[in-house]
């Protein structure tokens, strides 16, 4: 016969076992710090089940701009930092706060603007003519003016253009200090020019008449690379489940599934992933 005592210990046993398997699913996922544009292009939303269902980790995805992106990653609030500012991510390392940095993969900025085109651009591949086009007609420029990748960009063309184009704030320069699709919202709504990374503008539901009127300029190359935040910074990191994420997005399947993923049969990122990069 079995004594009371002896069934209460073995429920306790039983509920202690299921207790810790739960907590130890409820572990099994990493935060990954990253921009608008790989979440508002949709390429998550694809990436994300093909890596859960290989490994079993869920990826939990916190899409702001790289600049964001890179203060949650220095406070520790994330395993891994997928972003698009080199220079940006290369500091990161070098602070001590990641470990090495990978190509990923990348696209390309364009410029899109209305059917009245006021500064003449449409058609053109001279980024920097453009914007000195821009300026010179006091056309309307959208800018994100968030520390996103892409706002640190447009900047860099700014500034290669020799025009100081935040002085212009509130004038012809508007900046929203929004997300990419955010801003391209507010941008064809006042018929404003915008500078986008090409990913999200294939994804934009909202393109009206809009067309892109500058692209091709090597200037608009748009990088992405991969760092695992250093656990010796941070010792929460989920080190090995986040090693495990980058070392996929950069094995031939997390390429390739990286390569297949399209909008309207266009290829919104390109695979150029090499580990250890830097």
């Given amino acids: 016969m079995i004594t009371r005592p002896i069934l209460a210990f073995v429920f306790s046993a039983l509920l202690s076992a ?9 572990e099994n996922f990493i935060i990954v710090q ?13 990436l994300l089940p093909k890596f ?20 949650n990653a220095t406070n520790g609030d994330g395993d891994v930092l997928l972003v698009h500012s080199r220079s940006s991510e290369e500091k990161f390392v070098t602070d001590g706060l990641g470990i090495s940095r990978s190509d990923v993969m990348y696209n390309d900025f364009v410029i899109v603007g209305p059917p009245s085109d006021p500064a003449e651009i449409a058609g053109t591949k001279n980024v920097v003519a453009a914007l000195q086009k821009i300026a010179e ?10 520390d996103s990748g892409t706002h640190k960009a447009e900047l860099r063309l700014w500034k290669a253009a020799d025009i ?8 012809w320069y508007r900046e929203t200090g929004s997300g990419m699709g955010a801003t391209l919202n507010t941008g064809t709504g006042m018929g404003a020019y915008v ?16 067309q892109i009127a500058v692209e091709g300029d090597t200037r608009l190359f748009n990088q992405y690379g991969v760092i695992l935040v250093n656990p010796e910074a941070h010792p929460h990191v989920k080190a090995t489940m ?18 297949s993923f399209r909008i309207d049969d266009q290829q919104l ?5 090499s580990k250890g990069s830097s």
Avoid: C, H
Avoid at 18 to 26: F, I, K, R
């Fill in 34 to 46: 990253s921009t608008t544009s790989t979440q508002n292009s949709g390429l998550f939303d694809d």
């Fill in 242 to 259: 986040g090693q495990s994420f980058i070392d996929w997005l950069l094995s031939k399947e997390g390429q390739a599934a990286i390569a």
């Fill in 195 to 210: 500078m986008t990374d090409r990913a999200t503008w294939i994804a934009f539901g909202n393109k009206g008449d809009y």
């Fill in 52 to 71: 859960q269902e290989k490994s079993g980790i869920e990826v939990r995805v916190v899409a702001v701009g790289t600049g964001q992106a890179i203060k």
């Fill in 164 to 171: 100081d184009a935040v002085s212009a704030s509130g004038k």
């Fill in 269 to 273: 990122f390109f695979p150029n992933g």
């Fill in 137 to 146: 007609t006091e056309a309307i420029f959208a800018s994100r003016g968030d």
């Fill in 18 to 26: 299921v207790a810790s398997q739960s907590a130890s699913a409820d």
